[in-house]
C-alpha cells in the first residue's frame, strides 16, 4: 500500500469509447504525476500538476487529457484512442518544491486496452 | 529533458549471486533514484543518491555514484528469487523550481531459486 490508489486496475475500451482513469492519494503531496508504461519503451512523462496547476505537458495527442480538481486527486479523460496508446497508465504524486528529493510514489496502475 | 539507461537490459542469475545494475545518464544530476517494480505493478523507491555522494547502502542495497562518468550502480547482494523484478534508475530534471525524475527503460532481473 502505497498511498496512491488508481481505479479501473484494468480497462477494456474501443476506440470510439471516452472513459476515464482516477488516482487518488492519501500522503498530503502537493504534486502528481501521470506516466504512460509501454513495452520495451521508457517511462514516458505525460503531465504534471504541481498545487492543482498544469507544469509540464510532454507533446501528449489532445485524445488525453488531464483533470486535477485538487491536490489529492488527478484524473485522465479518454477519448478516440488508437490501439498504440495500450499501455500501462502510472499515476504518482510527491511532495514539489527546491527542498525535496523529488521520491515518486506509484499507485499500481490502470493497465489500458484500446481495441 | 535527460533520462537514464540501464544496462544490461537483462540478467538472470542464481539465488544467491550478486546482482550488479548500471546506469549511465548525460547531464549534471541534483540527485539519482533506483526504484523497483513487479510486473505489471507500480514502481517502488528503493533508494536515493545525491550528487554529493559516492556511496549508499541499504539492507542488502549498495549504490554507487560517479558524477565524472556519468554513471551509477546499484548492487544487490545474496540475491533471492522475490528480488526478480525490473529495476529503474531516474535522474531528475528541474522544471519550475522543482525536480522531476526521468527514468530509463529498465533492467529485468530474474532471480532462479
Known amino acids: 500500500e502505497t498511498g496512491v490508489t488508481q481505479t479501473p486496475r484494468h480497462l477494456v475500451m474501443g476506440m470510439t469509447n471516452k472513459k476515464s482513469l482516477k488516482c487518488e492519494q492519501h500522503?498530503?503531496?502537493?504534486?502528481m504525476y501521470w506516466y504512460k508504461q509501454s513495452a520495451k519503451k521508457p517511462l514516458e512523462l505525460m503531465f504534471v500538476?504541481?498545487?492543482?496547476?498544469?507544469?509540464e505537458n510532454n507533446s501528449v495527442p489532445s485524445r488525453f487529457s488531464p483533470e486535477c480538481p485538487n491536490s489529492s486527486h488527478l484524473f485522465l479523460h479518454l477519448h478516440t484512442l488508437q490501439p498504440e496508446d495500450s499501455a500501462l497508465y502510472l499515476c504518482?504524486?510527491?511532495?514539489?518544491?527546491?527542498?525535496?528529493?523529488?521520491?515518486?510514489?506509484f499507485g499500481e496502475g490502470s493497465r489500458l486496452t484500446v481495441l | 529533458s535527460q533520462q537514464g539507461e540501464e544496462d544490461p537490459q537483462a540478467l538472470s542469475i542464481q539465488e544467491g549471486e550478486n546482482a550488479t545494475m548500471n546506469c549511465s545518464y548525460k547531464?549534471?544530476?541534483?540527485?539519482l533514484q533506483w526504484y523497483r517494480q513487479n510486473s505489471g505493478r507500480g514502481l517502488v523507491h528503493l533508494i536515493l543518491?545525491?550528487?554529493?555522494?559516492r556511496e549508499k547502502h541499504s539492507g542488502r542495497l549498495r549504490v554507487t555514484l560517479d558524477t565524472s562518468k556519468k554513471s551509477s550502480s546499484l548492487l544487490i547482494t545474496a540475491s533471492r528469487a522475490a528480488d526478480t523484478a525490473s529495476y529503474f534508475c531516474?535522474?531528475?530534471?528541474?522544471?519550475?523550481?522543482?525536480?522531476?525524475?526521468?527514468f530509463g527503460r529498465g533492467t529485468s532481473l530474474i532471480v532462479h531459486p
Open positions: 543518491i545525491r550528487s554529493n555522494e
Open positions: 531516474a535522474t531528475d530534471s528541474p522544471s519550475g523550481g522543482s525536480y522531476i525524475p526521468t
Open positions: 547531464t549534471s544530476i541534483n540527485n
Open positions: 500522503l498530503g503531496h502537493n504534486a
Open positions: 500538476y504541481n498545487f492543482k496547476e498544469q507544469t
Open positions: 504518482a504524486s510527491s511532495q514539489a518544491g527546491a527542498e525535496n528529493t523529488g521520491e515518486l510514489f
